[in-house]
């Protein structure tokens, strides 16, 4: 099974170039103004992508989403041609994934939770998942920012790690949010994929991440 992976797309998905895939997953933060326009397009644009499945998350720039979390079928229409999954599941061809559009509070943004509480969140998520897909990373894998000052700081999720690399232990765990620190890197059992195709400035500089999801015998 083939996996094309983008997030942070900020508007800008009419730039990219989908290669034929089993199932397109977007890792939250599709928008650049938050507007239900930008997603109506968006869908559109989902629909003429060749791929067969198209799994969604919104992340913190996606107000649009946020704002309609009690309506849950509201979204699923303005994304009509994919799986919109928050804090929830889907099952394709025997692989189990499972999606949250969360990250730890910073400024003024959504999909947000205190460090202290976000673990609730992590806690949802099935043990017998395959691919988990969440906005933001875990605390010190592909999570650095960089400062003016010269420095860099991981600022990933410390509960998030720990869910996944004591518990979980999921094939791939796909996220983006932190654009400067596009990659993949593997950790035991699992291969983490911060899929952003944007950097820092916003500038799409990324081409998709292109996985395959084999049996479990082919680990």
């Not at 983008?6 to 928008?31: F, V, Y």
């Not at 979204?75 to 889907?90: A, E, K, P, R, V």
């Not at 806690?123 to 003016?148: M, N």
Request: aromatic fraction near 10%; proline fraction near 5%.
């Amino acid at each position: 099974m083939k996996l094309c992976c983008i997030s942070d797309t900020h508007g800008q998905w009419r730039r990219l170039k989908i290669p034929a895939a089993d199932i397109l997953i977007h890792a939250g933060d599709i928008t650049a103004y938050r507007t239900v326009n930008e997603l109506i397009d968006f869908n559109l644009w989902l629909g003429q992508q060749p791929c067969k499945y198209k799994l969604v998350i919104g992340g913190n720039h996606d107000g649009c989403l946020d704002e309609s979390q009690d309506r849950m079928r509201d979204i699923q229409d303005c994304l009509s041609n994919g799986i919109y999954l928050q804090n929830t599941g889907c099952e394709i061809q025997g692989k189990k994934f499972w999606g949250s559009p969360f990250t730890p509070t910073f400024n003024d943004w959504f999909f947000m939770k205190h460090r202290d509480q976000i673990g609730q969140i992590w806690a949802l998520i099935p043990t017998d998942t395959d691919v988990l897909i969440t906005h933001g990373p875990p605390y010190g894998i592909l999570d650095r920012v960089y400062y003016p000052s010269g420095r860099w700081e991981s600022v990933g999720d410390e509960a998030l790690r720990e869910r996944v690399i004591q518990h979980l232990k999921p094939r791939y765990h796909i996220f983006g949010h932190l654009h400067d620190s596009h990659g993949k890197e593997r950790i035991g059992q699992t291969t983490f994929i911060n899929c952003s195709v944007l950097d820092d400035a916003y500038e799409l500089v990324y081409k998709p991440s292109i996985v395959t999801l084999r049996s479990h015998s082919d680990r």
